[in-house]
């Protein structure tokens, strides 16, 4: 038993836990602050895949802006959207009763499991040939290094697009939001 | 030495709890930070797989994307939630079922 595997059994224990926690919890708030925790852990166990670019990316994406415009949402939002929030209403076409919605989850993870074994029992083609030409990513690695040489040769076309669609969104977003005139 | 296998049952454990969140959760909020573990479970997935990538770090760098676009995501549900609050005076779903006014 390392030290690593202790830290990943942590983190991992941290991130499913406060997410169940999320799931079971009635206060918004609360769970808002504990998406935080899930987030923070998550960010953690993307360091255990050698991607540490990625994490600090989750960071101050989502630590940083998801959760600050969640919570920016639900608190300048009115009162009664507080407590309607807080509540929810009651529905019967969307929302499943709680034993179903756990039995379609349940057979979810079944099914991922079945896979994740299969996967380990014999790892696909290309894995095996990473392996075996030594192309597999090592902690030594700079690979921020790579990721940016990547990002700007291989795949400038999706960087550019991504780019154009964040725009878009985000106007969207603002248009959105913003206060209607009653006068047209 | 952490393996393939334990980052992907993490994952599979989160996607399983962010479907549940979707599946059973009556307001909108929390429905929209189900769909956030969705995300954050294919985002290790995709971590996890491109560290066999070396050549290309492809995992990793539409990680990248798939963290912007989740939040763009975000950004513009949010907006559209307040919006129908305001036109609904009701978050639920169910109460939401007409296209135009």
Do not use: C
Request: charge should be neutral.
């Amino acid at each position: 038993m390392t030290m690593n595997l202790v830290l990943f059994y942590l983190l991992a224990a941290t991130a499913i836990g406060s997410a169940l926690l999320i799931v079971v919890m009635q206060q918004l708030v609360r769970s808002l602050f504990l998406f935080f925790l899930t987030l923070f852990a998550m960010a953690g166990l993307y360091v255990f895949a050698l991607a540490d670019f990625v994490a600090v990316t989750q960071v101050i994406v989502y630590v940083g802006g998801v959760l600050v415009l969640m919570l920016f949402a639900f608190m300048l939002s009115n009162k009664t959207l507080l407590n309607d929030l807080q509540q929810g209403t009651k529905g019967v076409f969307t929302t499943l009763p709680k034993g179903q919605a756990m039995l379609v989850a349940a057979l979810f993870l079944v099914v991922f499991m079945a896979m994740v074994n299969q996967i380990a029992v014999n790892p696909p083609v290309w894995i095996a040939e990473a392996r075996a030409n030594q192309t597999v990513i090592q902690a030594p690695d700079h690979t921020i290094h790579h990721l940016g040489v990547n990002l700007m040769t291989r795949y400038v076309l999706p960087f550019e697009v991504i780019s154009v669609f964040l725009m878009m969104t985000l106007m969207g977003a603002a248009h959105l939001a913003r206060k209607e005139n009653k006068t047209p | 030495m952490i393996t393939l296998t334990h980052l992907l049952v993490v994952s599979a454990l989160l996607f399983t709890i962010g479907l549940y969140a979707v599946l059973v959760k009556k307001n909108a909020i929390l429905i929209l930070v189900g769909i956030e573990f969705m995300i954050n479970a294919a985002i290790l997935n995709l971590v996890a797989f491109g560290r066999y990538d070396g050549a290309g770090y492809g995992g990793q760098i539409f990680a990248l994307f798939a963290i912007v676009l989740a939040a763009a995501a975000v950004a513009v549900a949010l907006a559209i939630i307040l919006n129908v609050y305001k036109h609904y005076n009701s978050i639920d779903p169910d109460d939401i079922n007409d296209l135009k006014d």
